[in-house]
């Protein structure tokens, strides 16, 4: 095996088990800690007063819509958990309707219910995939 052949197979990158729901998990529970937490933070701190909210909940939506695809799609593809499946589009939903409510309709009152809401979903879901990937891997190739 040549030093190139760990690092691709056929022209892909090979990304280790589990690495894109450990990230979906790390950016959810971001955006939980900064809807949270930045309430608080304001008064203490003017100059994340001069970051527009909407904004940065936008900015950390994409990320994690992104690596939510990039892990969960392959995942229920194999496995087929409907848990998965509509925790992952329920928290996906969720956190879009904040993003979008209050941009687009300056509905503030929505933030922080559906943002948390659904980040907890989101984490659940992703914890469930590597569960339900681990488990389907130890099934098809453990030894007993």
Known sequence: MSGHDHASHHGH???PRGTWDKLGIFASVACLV????LPLLIPLLPALALVPHTGVHALLLLP?????????LPGYRRHRSRFVGAAALAGITLCTIAVGAEALFHIES???P???????LLVGAHIANLRRMRTQTCLSGCAA
Do not use: E
């Not at 994690?64 to 969960?72: E, M, Q, V």
């Open 114 to 120: 559906f943002t948390v809401v659904g980040g907890m």
């Open 64 to 72: 994690i819509i992104g690596l939510s695809l990039l892990a969960l």
């Open 34 to 37: 900064h809807c949270l937490a």
């Open 13 to 15: 990158v090979h990304v």
């Open 110 to 112: 929505l933030d922080v």
